[in-house]
């Protein structure tokens, strides 16, 4: 297991899945401790803090885990007429089984330093189509899962549904990147992906993000509130997303362009089909 030493210094930190993000999306951030990482420690030859706290698995078993949404979305990614049901999956390569994706009062450092160090998670989406294969989305990253996943059709007329979905980054920058996959010869490839906000996405059921001028300022995660938990849920399953039809193959996309506001044509039948990273 990689370990981590946070040091009571001013530095900065970074983290990615490299082949699944752009280079302007995980932004050096600087915090009050730095994270060093370091191969072969054990977890008491460290001392690893945040904030002052000493954070090792004897603190996180008294925290309250909140287990965190997960996207379940139905469609027809095969092109044979069924349809069929998408599920995505958080899973701690650690403990080699899924996991909870937050921990209830604390602070936004200390969920994503839990992340970072005790998990290296792995996020993927199966199908209830097994012949399907399973589509990894980002595997030993700074992330807590998808912040969004939607069944955008049969954007480019091959008789089967497309796929776009938002990486939810344990990180403090806003600017994200939106994917759009088919299914396509027995594989998941990436038809387009474009430059998005966070702030522009709703809210997750159990977790509410707050911004600021920067980025994010604080994570608030509970799952007491069912009022809440239930009008995020609708919010989110009522968000039009980023994507629009435009003629025969053709999309547009909401996105940005040098931070400005844009929206931009693409034909879906000229782009490279790219593979999806296993």
């Not at 690893?48 to 698995?57: E, F, I, M, N, P």
């Not at 993927?124 to 912040?147: A, N, P, R, W």
């Not at 999309?251 to 506001?261: L, Q, R, S």
């Not at 044509?265 to 089909?273: E, F, G, P, R």
């Amino acid at each position: 297991m990689k370990k981590y030493i946070l040091v009571p210094y001013l530095f900065t930190f970074l983290f990615s899945c490299h082949n699944k993000v752009q280079q302007n999306k995980i932004k050096p951030v600087t915090v009050i401790h730095s994270i060093i990482k370091k191969d072969s420690l054990t977890e008491d030859s460290v001392q690893q803090t945040v904030h002052g706290r000493k954070l090792d698995s004897q603190y996180i078993s008294t925290l309250k885990p909140i287990f965190g949404y997960r996207f379940v979305v139905t469609g027809n990614f095969k092109g044979d007429g069924k349809t069929d049901t998408v599920t995505e999956h958080y899973f701690d390569t650690e403990k080699n089984k899924e996991t909870n994706k937050y921990y209830d009062s604390i602070d936004f450092d200390t969920q994503m330093a839990i992340a970072i160090m005790y998990k290296s998670p792995y996020s993927f989406i199966t199908c209830s189509d097994h012949s399907i294969d399973t589509l990894s989305v980002c595997k030993g990253g700074q992330l807590f899962g998808l912040s969004y996943l939607k069944n955008e059709g049969d954007l480019n007329g091959d008789g089967t549904d497309e796929l776009s979905y938002v990486i939810d980054y344990a990180d403090y920058s806003a600017i994200n990147t939106c994917h759009l996959v088919t299914y396509k010869n027995g594989r998941w490839k990436e038809l387009y992906s474009f430059e998005i906000r966070d702030w522009e996405l709703p809210g997750l059921p159990d977790a509410q993000t707050n911004y600021g001028l920067f980025g994010i300022d604080s994570l608030h995660a509970g799952s007491s509130n069912d009022s809440l938990n239930k009008q995020a849920e609708k919010e989110l399953k009522e968000f039009s997303g980023f994507i629009v039809r435009s003629g025969k193959g053709k999309i547009k996309v909401h996105t940005f362009n040098e931070g400005e506001e844009v929206v931009k044509v693409v034909n879906l039948n000229k782009v490279h089909l790219k593979d999806v990273p296993n």
